[in-house]
Each structure stands twice: as C-alpha cells, then as structure tokens.
C-alpha cells in the first residue's frame, strides 16, 4: 500500500467515523429528511460556490504562470487546480497538493522550477488573504462565538501564528535565494542518505538550476504589483466563494441566516481547523462546525454540517481523484 493510498483511506476512515457520530448524536431520520428535501436550486448555488473556489484558485495559478515563464492553458491549469485539491485533501495540514502538481507539471515536461515558482506565489497570495480575512473574522465573530467556546481566543491566535509562520517562511524562501538552496540542499542529502537519489552530483546540479529558475521567477511575480494585486483579488474572491457555502446550505434545508455573521464565523472555523493535522483536518472541522453553528441552526445543524462537508471537501476528493487518475493518463499537448 503507497503513502497515498494509505492517506486516503485514513481520511476516508476519520470522515465515516465522524458522520457515524454526528448521525449517534442527532435524530438520524430527522436529519436524512432534511437532506433529502433539500430546496435542489440553493444547492445547486452551493455547488457553483465549490467550482467558482476551484476556478478563482486556477485563475489565480494562471496569472503567475506567465511571469514564472510558463506557457499553459488555463483547462490544464484548472486540471492541476484539482489534482493539488484531491492530495491536499487526503494529507495533513493539506501539505500534500503543491508537491502532487509539481510532480504532474514535471511528469508532462515543464520546469519543476518554474512550476514551483508559479504555485508558491499564488500560495503566497493566499496565505495573506486568508491571514487577514481570518483576523477578520476573529474580530467580528469574537462576542457571539466566545460564548460557545471559552478559550476561542487562544485557540485563534495559534491559527493565526501557524499561518502567518508559513507566510513568513513562503516569503524567506521566495526572496532569499541562498535560505530556499539549503532547504533544498538539506532535503536532498536526506534523501541521499536513505538511498532514495541516486547519481547525486548531476541531480544536485539540476536541482541547483531549478531553484535559480524558481527565483528568477518568484522576482518577476512579486516585482511586478499588477500582478501581484490580481492575484491577491482572485485569492480573495476564492475564499469569499468558500465560505459563502455554508450560507447557501442553510438556505437549502430552509434556515435563513444573517450572511456577514455567518462567514466571520465560517472564517473562525477556517482559521483553528487549519491547526489540525489529520488529513483535510477530518473530525475536527466536522466537530468545529457543530460547536460554532449549533445554537444558529438547531436541529438542522447536523444536515447541514453534512451538505457544507460535502461541497467543500467530499467533492473535492471525488472530482479532485478522478483529474488525478486521469490526468496521469492523458498530458498536455
């Protein structure tokens, strides 16, 4: 069994463990009701929420990919959106999606280095956007969410030092040329070591020349404010299609709720679950969302914790998995 065979079926495993629990926990036949009569054009919303997150993130990558010195279509950009989803999904602290698609942009013969350039300046984007929008939330959610959970504010403040910790470290990495070659230098004789490289002197060269591209990249994006802006707008027009989920979830089960409160405390969730380390951090965004929105939906918070789950993480597995098995297949042209 591969490591991600084996993650995946973890993740899987903590998932049905978990809706085991929320369904022992609520009126099972009560909430399958409320799923089944969901109002189907306010989940078709939710579902346009889920694809516009995975069009923003794409557009996003596309931006970059021209000052990273890529030339690639944004159908393929928007294929390795998903397969970044699919193995961010099934790995902790949703460490695994970059590697997977450098890997997939090298397999189809782009520059790992450009590849690596392109995705760690929209990742650079995005951890801005989200650090600031989840200090935000913490703000205009504090006074209502502070009574469900009394040490919020510890818990918030560790989501918010864990993102802005790989900021810092995103930003070290993309300026500094000589901190980004002794992280890679340091993996490589690691990797050396246990006898995984082999010929080490000609993939250490290659490695060295990928990292130049990966800077020379990196500066082109971060010099460039137009640039920049632009993918800070689309990263923040991913995150605001993300949280608006649960908001059009309610609404399908017939809870109407008020929007800017829902997402500052959709934004909370986002921020402390970020901390968890099971993959996608299974059961505890699951368990998050019941604490946080129970006093808000009553007894329809299990379905809805059920169909929020599902447009922003299940979906991302299924589809996510498919691009991969298939994408492996069939390359860019």
Excluded: C
């Excluded at 000609?202 to 640039?227: A, P, Q």
């Amino acid at each position: 069994m591969n490591k991600n065979t084996r993650n995946f079926m973890i993740a899987a495993l903590i998932s049905i463990i978990t809706l085991l629990i929320v369904f022992g926990f609520s009126d099972f036949s009560k909430t399958v009701n409320y799923i089944a009569r969901a109002n189907l054009a306010w989940l078709l919303v939710a579902l346009l929420m889920t694809i516009l997150t995975w069009t923003f993130e794409a557009l996003t990558i596309m931006v970059f990919s021209r000052e990273s010195g890529l030339k690639v279509r944004f159908s393929y950009l928007f294929k390795i959106t998903l397969i970044g989803r699919f193995f961010a999904a099934i790995t902790p602290f949703y460490t695994g999606g970059q590697p997977a698609q450098v890997a997939y942009m090298t397999k189809d013969k782009h520059s790992a280095g450009k590849a690596t350039s392109m995705l760690v300046s929209r990742f650079v984007v995005y951890q801005i956007v989200i650090t600031i929008f989840g200090v935000v939330g913490v703000l205009a959610a504090y006074s209502f969410v502070s009574k469900e959970i009394s040490n919020l504010a510890l818990l918030a403040i560790v989501g918010f030092l864990i993102n802005s910790g790989v900021l810092v470290f995103l930003f070290f990495f993309s300026l500094s040329k000589r901190f980004a070659t002794g992280i890679a230098k340091f993996f490589f004789n690691f990797l050396a070591k246990v006898k995984l490289v082999k010929d080490s002197d000609t993939l250490l060269s290659r490695l060295f020349l990928e990292v130049d591209k990966f800077h020379k990249g990196m500066k082109k994006s971060l010099e460039n404010m137009g640039i920049f802006f632009a993918g800070l707008l689309l990263a923040f027009l991913q995150i605001l299609a993300f949280i608006s989920t649960p908001y059009f979830v309610a609404l399908a089960v017939g809870i109407k709720l008020d929007y800017l409160r829902l997402v500052s405390i959709q934004l909370v969730l986002f921020l402390i679950s970020s901390m968890v380390p099971t993959p996608g951090a299974s059961g505890a965004s699951e368990g998050f969302f019941l604490l946080f929105f129970a006093s808000m939906l009553g007894e329809k918070t299990a379905a809805v914790m059920v169909l929020w789950r599902f447009f922003t993480y299940y979906v991302n597995i299924v589809v996510g998995g498919l691009f991969s098995v298939f994408g492996a297949v069939k390359k860019e042209s």
